[in-house]
C-alpha cells in the first residue's frame, strides 16, 4: 500500500509516499479501505522532531473509509460498512489503516467530513469531561474558532452550559452561529470577559496556548478551573491542567456524535482537501495555524472503489 512517511526531521519537504506491507487488525481492530484521513498539528509536530524521537515514522491519528477486513471477536460492523475512527498506529495516511476504535458514519457526512471528527471531537469531549462542564454553567473557550475550540463550543452548549470564545474579529460570527458569545482575544482579554461575565466564568479551556493561562485562571477563580491542550510548560507553571490521552481518551464521543450530527446539533467543517500525494502543502497549511475547520486528506477515488474482500 502507499503511506506517508518520514526518515528525516525537518520541514514538510521530508515527507515521502512509499510503499509499505499491507497492515492486517488484531482482535478487536478493523481494517478500512482509506477514503479520506484527518490532518493535525501533531502530524508536523511529529515531523519536526518535537513529540517523538523515532525515525522513519508514518503519521495520521484519524482516518474514515470502507471496512475490508475485520479482526477476531468484531460482531458490530461487516465487510463493506462505512466507518471512521482511530489508527492506535498512527498510520492513517495511508491507503489501508487499522482502527482500533472506530464507528459508524452518520448518513448525512461524506468520507472526508468524518475523517475531520475523530481527534477534534475525542479531545473537545475529554477536556470538557475533566472540568465538569454541565448544565447552567459558564465555559471560557481560548481558541475557539478552530477545530477543537469550535467542536468544544457545540458540546458544551449540547450540555447546556453558556459559552464564552475567544477568537480574532472574523470569527466573531461564526461563532455565534454555534452558540457562543465571541470576544477579541489578546490584551485585555480580563476585561473584555468581565464586560460579559462580570462575576467570571466556572471553567476554561485553553484551546490556542498563546500564553493567557494567567488570565483564564483570574477569570475562571483558580487553575484547578483551567485545562490546557496547547500549553504544556504553562500548564506545569501555573498548575494547570494539562490535558492528553495519558490519562485516558474520551472515546465515548466517537459513538454518540453521529446523533447530535444527523439531528442537527453538531457540525465541523472541512477547510481544504489535499490529495495525498499533497501531503506537504497540507502540513505547510497545518503549521501556518490560520484554519477554521479541519483539513483532510482524499485517499483513492471514489469513482474506481477498491475491491472489497473479506481476508481468508
Do not use: C
Amino acid at each position: 500500500m502507499k503511506a506517508v512517511r518520514f526518515n528525516q526531521f525537518g520541514g514538510p519537504e521530508v515527507l515521502e509516499i512509499v510503499d509499505l506491507p499491507d497492515p492486517h487488525p488484531s482482535p478487536g481492530q478493523v481494517r478500512i479501505a482509506v477514503r479520506a484521513a484527518g490532518v493535525n498539528p501533531s502530524d508536523w509536530k511529529k515531523r519536526r522532531g518535537l513529540m517523538d524521537g523515532e525515525l522513519p515514522q508514518t503519521i495520521g491519528y484519524e482516518a474514515a473509509g470502507v471496512v475490508d477486513e475485520v479482526g477476531e471477536g468484531v460482531a458490530d460492523v461487516v465487510v463493506g460498512d462505512r466507518v471512521f475512527g482511530f489508527s492506535a498506529e498512527g498510520a492513517a495516511q495511508a491507503e489501508l489503516a487499522v482502527l482500533s476504535h472506530y464507528a459508524p458514519i452518520p448518513p448525512s457526512l461524506d468520507f472526508p467530513g468524518a475523517a475531520a471528527l475523530p481527534a477534534a471531537i475525542e479531545t473537545a469531549m475529554r477536556a470538557l469531561d475533566q472540568l465538569g462542564v454541565g448544565s447552567g454553567g459558564t465555559l471560557l473557550i481560548n481558541g475557539a474558532s478552530g477545530s477543537v475550540g469550535s467542536a468544544a463550543v457545540q458540546l458544551a452548549v449540547v450540555r447546556g452550559a453558556r459559552v464564552i470564545g475567544t477568537a480574532g474579529p472574523a470569527n466573531h460570527e461564526y461563532l455565534r452561529s454555534l452558540g457562543a458569545e465571541p470576544v477579541a482575544y489578546g490584551e485585555g482579554i480580563v476585561e473584555r470577559v468581565r464586560a460579559l461575565a462580570p462575576d467570571g466564568v466556572d471553567v476554561a479551556l485553553d484551546v490556542a496556548g498563546s500564553g493567557v493561562l494567567p488570565e483564564l485562571i483570574e477569570l475562571a477563580g483558580g487553575p484547578e478551573h483551567v485545562v490546557t491542550i496547547a500549553d504544556f510548560g504553562g500548564a506545569q507553571e501555573h498548575g494547570v491542567t494539562f490535558s492528553s490521552g495519558d490519562a485516558g481518551r474520551a472515546i465515548h464521543a466517537l459513538a454518540e456524535i453521529g446523533e447530535l450530527i444527523e439531528s442537527g446539533r453538531f457540525s465541523l467543517p472541512v477547510a481544504q482537501t489535499f490529495a495525498l500525494a499533497e501531503i506537504a502543502e497540507a502540513h505547510r497549511v497545518s503549521e501556518d495555524g490560520h484554519v477554521r475547520g479541519k483539513l483532510v486528506l482524499v485517499v483513492g477515488s471514489p469513482l474506481r472503489p477498491r475491491t472489497i474482500r473479506p481476508r481468508g
